[in-house]
């Protein structure tokens, strides 16, 4: 079983950036491919971001279309974290931001993630 904890989320203002982080409690954590997902009332959840297992820190990295200009992710397996750098933020970005993990490789769909956090609260007031 691995357990994720999202933080770091919060209320800002337009523009301004935040750094969202998700630690991980296993022994393995470079063997996961690990996702932020973002959900904002009454949508659908959308993946925002996949950062593939590989060798070191380097792994396959995919950022949605919508926000690959203002967000990054980014991994320390050393940490067993994952970070999720979002700036220019926008009201459109508020939502629940979930980190979540699975063995397969990035592309894969939601329901394919065998562990999610609990997520953390990102509010943009414009």
């Known amino acids: 079983q691995v357990q994720l904890v999202e933080s770091g989320g919060g209320s800002v203002q337009a523009g301004q950036s935040l750094t969202l982080s998700c630690t991980a409690s296993?022994?393995?954590?470079?063997?996961?491919?690990m996702s932020w997902f973002r959900q904002a009332p009454g949508k659908k959840r959308e993946e925002v971001s996949c950062i593939g297992w590989g060798h070191g820190n380097t792994g396959e990295i995919h950022v949605t279309e919508s926000v690959k200009d203002r967000f990054t992710t980014s991994r320390d397996n050393a940490k067993n974290m994952v970070y999720l750098r979002m700036n220019s933020l926008k009201p459109e970005d508020t939502a629940v931001y979930y980190c979540?993990?699975?063995?397969?490789?990035?592309?894969?769909?939601?329901?394919?993630?065998?562990?999610w956090g609990q997520g953390t609260q990102v509010t943009v007031s414009s």
């Open positions: 979540a993990a699975t063995v397969r490789r990035c592309g894969a769909m939601d329901i394919d993630y065998e562990f």
């Open positions: 296993t022994l393995t954590f470079s063997s996961y491919t």
